[in-house]
T-cell receptor
Framework: TQLLEQSPQFLSIQEGENLTVYCNSSSVFSSLQWYRQEPGEGPVLLVTVVTGGEVKKLKRLTFQFGDARKDSSLHITAAQPGDTGLYLCAGPEEAGGTSYGKLTFGQGTILTVHP | DTEVTQTPKHLVMGMTNKKSLKCEQHMGHRAMYWYKQKAKKPPELMFVYSYEKLSINESVPSRFSPECPNSSLLNLHLHALQPEDSALYLC???????????FGPGTRLTVL
């Protein structure tokens, strides 16, 4: 079974601070997705990383996929209250190199950014 | 357009009621999904449809019955639910099974 361990579980910071969320596994993933979810809404896809060592930037958010494709990180620079939400990493479960549509999710990181 | 729509937004039902949740996407995606999510937890997969055929049922109780009338629509029929079934029900879609999924806004279901 492929597991994704996400840390920290909770993060409470002041506006303007930087933060990093980690998503680690002992298994190789063909890709990893990062989602942000606000209360009462569905998860919104932020990024997909596919290539080992890949770095993607989305405004103040920087996503990195580990060289071995077993881990990923999300770094937010100068956090704003609008960044508040539940952040989830997820990767496709595969058997014999084939994905059947099941995603493995990390436990999530609840981020609160105070004004 | 990366929009998945879900109706209704909120639903309150008694344990003897029959209701349906609806999901629609017009992105040409051929895989569609139902998830159940409890507060502050990751979504839990319930069903996967690929090319309008049910490909995964995660041992979901029969009081939940999915239906995929065509490639754009996905329904979840509910009957004789229990209070512990109260949750946010999410629909998602993707081009294929192995690529990123796009989620709808969800239906907040309360079973009394």
């Amino acid at each position: 079974t492929q597991l994704l361990e996400q840390s920290p579980q909770f993060l409470s910071i002041q506006e303007g601070e930087n933060l990093t969320v980690y998503c680690n596994s002992s298994s190789v993933f063909s890709s990893l997705q990062w989602y942000r979810q606000e209360p009462g809404e569905g998860p919104v896809l932020l990024v997909t990383v596919v290539t080992g060592g890949e770095v993607k930037k989305l405004k103040r958010l920087t996503f990195q996929f580990g060289d071995a494709r077993k881990d990923s990180s999300l770094h937010i620079t100068a956090a704003q209250p609008g960044d508040t939400g539940l952040y989830l990493c997820a990767g496709p479960e595969e058997a014999g190199g084939t994905s059947y549509g099941k995603l493995t999710f990390g436990q999530g990181t609840i981020l609160t950014v105070h004004p | 357009d990366t929009e998945v729509t879900q109706t209704p937004k909120h639903l309150v039902m008694g344990m003897t009621n029959k209701k349906s949740l609806k999901c629609e996407q017009h992105m040409g995606h051929r895989a569609m999904y139902w998830y159940k999510q409890k507060a502050k937890k990751p979504p839990e997969l319930m069903f996967v449809y690929s090319y309008e055929k049910l490909s995964i049922n995660e041992s979901v109780p029969s009081r939940f019955s999915p239906e995929c009338p065509n490639s754009s629509l996905l329904n979840l029929h509910l009957h004789a639910l229990q209070p512990e079934d109260s949750a946010l029900y999410l629909c998602a879609s993707s081009h294929r099974l192995e690529v990123a999924q796009y989620f709808g806004p969800g239906t907040r279901l309360t079973v009394l």
